[in-house]
């Protein structure tokens, strides 16, 4: 209240009325905090000063700190051997300073005694800010309170509790804040690393799970052979009615047909990619991949007439034996409506193998064409 008093008398003086708020705390708060409760006589200790005073826009609390560092304080009977200084805390209204002390007590005669730190009074300034300027009040005065060691006994008189404060200054603060960002950015960086390496693994292991399926997957679906093989099939009869039927031509059909016997019997053909220009071999078909890089791939098939003849495929069958008898005779002992019979029929069971390995095949469970 006497402080409300003071505030509303200097504000009075240079012609403003204080505000009801404007000193709703004190000005100034100290405390000392000791290291230990009990000393040996010689034994150093740590004494800390902190102070609290108001700073905000409206008041500032100027405290006289000449008188705190270690080179002038003096704390009888106690030694002052060295003392720093931290960097002030600030918050929305307060700052905080704060002095450290290293003491020793060096008296004999206070064995079993109570030794209290000097009385410690710090002057101290209002600073009020009216229209823009500042405006400094009179020279107050802080009395700071006690704080009592007990020397070679465990706990002074006046001390309200048999717990140790905390030792950490300002400085051991922000070593350890200090300390720990170091080791959070360091945790950071290698919780980073670990992470690039164990992704460095997964794509590695994905990549050779990946190199092996593609080691034993087909590289052409078995839609775009069928349809491969449809052009293979109008293109011999093409030149079949353009220059009649050779060995060749009834080669290159029954090497279509063994093709599309395969996928008859629900078996799977043999793709090679075909390095640059080379040339299919005999029963060998050229497809072309759909991916980006379009590929030529060698297909090919074991399928014989006799294996169709087991799986009651007799039209697939006729046609195969027929096709592979004329590829080892004569061009005059060919029968070219047999042939073209066997064509017919082919390209018919080829256009309904085809449609049963289109996209309805994905929901058929990829049941096989003989079904």
């Known amino acids: 209240m006497r402080l409300r008093v003071l505030a509303g008398l200097l504000l009075a003086s240079a012609g403003v009325a204080a505000p009801a708020a404007a000193i709703d705390t004190d000005p100034i708060v100290c405390w000392w905090r000791t290291s230990a409760s009990a000393v040996r006589v010689g034994q150093t200790f740590d004494v800390v000063l902190t102070c609290a005073v108001v700073d905000s826009g409206a008041m500032t609390v100027i405290p006289d700190e000449s008188g705190l560092d270690a080179t002038a304080m003096q704390l009888p009977p106690f030694e002052i051997v060295r003392g720093k200084h931290p960097a002030d805390r600030h918050t929305a209204d307060r700052r905080f300073l704060q002095y450290a002390y290293t003491l020793r007590l060096i008296a004999g005669d206070s064995f079993g005694k109570d030794?209290?730190?000097?009385?410690?009074q710090i002057a101290y300034q209002i600073q009020t800010r009216v229209n823009g300027e500042a405006v400094k009040g009179r020279t107050l005065t802080y009395r700071l309170p006690t704080q009592s060691v007990r020397v070679l006994s465990l706990v002074p008189n006046d001390a309200p509790d048999i717990r140790d404060a905390g030792?950490?200054?300002?400085?051991e603060i922000d070593a350890r804040t200090f300390r720990a960002d170091v080791l959070f950015v360091?945790?950071?960086v290698l919780f980073t690393i670990g992470g690039i390496i164990a992704l460095a693994a997964v794509i590695r292991l994905?990549?050779?799970s990946w190199r092996a399926r593609s080691a034993t997957r087909h590289v052409v679906s078995d839609r775009r052979i069928l349809r491969g093989v449809a052009r293979e099939l109008s293109a011999v009869r093409l030149e079949r009615e353009a220059a009649g039927w050779t060995e060749a031509l009834a080669g290159r059909a029954a090497a279509a047909l063994r093709i599309a016997g395969a996928y008859a019997l629900g078996r799977r053909v043999s793709q090679t990619v075909a390095a640059d220009?080379?040339?299919p071999q005999d029963g060998q078909l050229i497809v072309r991949s759909g991916h980006a890089r379009r590929a030529r791939v060698l297909v090919s098939s074991s399928v014989t007439a006799e294996g169709l003849r087991k799986a009651d495929?007799?039209?697939?069958?006729?046609?195969?034996r027929r096709f592979t008898t004329s590829r080892y005779t004569r061009a005059?002992?060919?029968?070219?409506?047999a042939l073209d019979e066997s064509l017919d029929s082919a390209t018919e069971l080829l256009r309904r193998l085809a449609a049963s390995h289109g996209w309805l095949k994905a929901f058929t469970g990829g049941r096989r064409w003989a079904r």
């Open 115 to 120: 030794i209290a730190l000097p009385e410690l």
């Open 206 to 208: 994905v990549r050779g």
């Open 313 to 320: 495929l007799e039209p697939l069958q006729v046609a195969l």
């Open 332 to 337: 005059a002992d060919l029968n070219p409506d």
């Open 277 to 279: 220009g080379a040339d």
């Open 186 to 188: 360091s945790a950071a």
């Open 167 to 171: 030792r950490a200054t300002f400085d």
